[in-house]
């Protein structure tokens, strides 16, 4: 039997709304794990969690690295061009993503944000071709789990989504293309509208991964 059937699942979640663990997105992530875990089997899962809210900005010599035709040849410990490889390497080792995330703005929180520039770099884990970038990591799947005050997506929606067609780009980009998306639209509505919310995203997960099992 192959390595990969025997190994355990191993899991990469993002989390990142500034409320952590007490979050409605870490909430929704957690039924998700639980799908992943019965999807695991008897392989079982190893989770890393990594909380990105305290991940700093990418800095000048890592715009300056990304601008220049070559890799820099000396790296500092510590520099964002380090954490890059660090961060890559870590989605690398991950067989599925999983990322617990709030809608601020329309789009994705500036935490994960920090993280895709992060992880979307020229030569590492993308190439310019003249048919435009291709991405060159091992593709794999990505589970989203979004909360949002309001709804965005169906017809009570009034307000614009950039979250999820920006991280199908976003990933997309660098060869992630296998991304399931996730809701509890409407934290902001009251407690009836949020058990609601609940309900119908614990009911779509559970349909998926009882699809998938
Ligand atoms: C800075 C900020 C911006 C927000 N922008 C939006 C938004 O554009 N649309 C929306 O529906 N909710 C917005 N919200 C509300 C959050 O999406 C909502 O409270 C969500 O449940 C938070 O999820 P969490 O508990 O995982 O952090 C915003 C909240 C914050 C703090």
Redesign the pocket.
């Known amino acids: 039997m192959p390595l990969q059937d025997t190994a355990s699942l191993r899991v990469l979640r993002l989390i990142c709304?500034?409320?952590g663990s007490?979050?409605?997105?870490?909430r929704l992530s957690q039924q998700i794990l639980d799908g992943l875990a019965s999807q695991a089997g008897e392989r079982g899962l190893e989770l890393t969690d990594l909380d990105l809210n305290d991940l700093p900005h990418v800095d000048h010599d890592y715009a300056a690295a990304l601008a220049s035709p070559v890799e820099p040849e000396r790296m500092h410990p510590g520099s964002a061009l380090h954490r890059s490889d660090t961060l890559i390497r870590q989605l690398e080792a991950a067989d599925v993503l999983l990322i617990?995330?709030?809608?601020?703005?329309?789009?994705v929180?500036s935490a994960l944000k920090v993280w895709i520039d992060h992880i979307v770099r020229i030569r590492i884990t993308f190439i310019g071709t003249p048919q435009g970038k291709q991405g060159v990591l091992r593709d794999r799947p990505v589970h989203v789990a979004i909360?949002?005050?309001?709804?965005?997506s169906g017809e009570n929606a009034r307000?614009p989504d950039f979250l999820r067609p920006y991280l199908k780009a976003a990933l997309g980009t660098v060869g992630l293309h296998d991304l399931h998306f996730f809701a509890?639209?409407g934290?902001?509505r009251g407690d009836a509208a949020l058990e609601a919310a609940r309900e119908r995203a614990g009911v779509a997960v559970g349909e998926f991964f009882a699809m998938t099992r």
């Open positions: 709304s500034p409320r007490d979050s409605e997105s870490y617990a995330t709030p809608m601020h703005n329309y789009t929180p909360a949002s005050g309001g709804p965005f307000q509890v639209e934290t902001a």
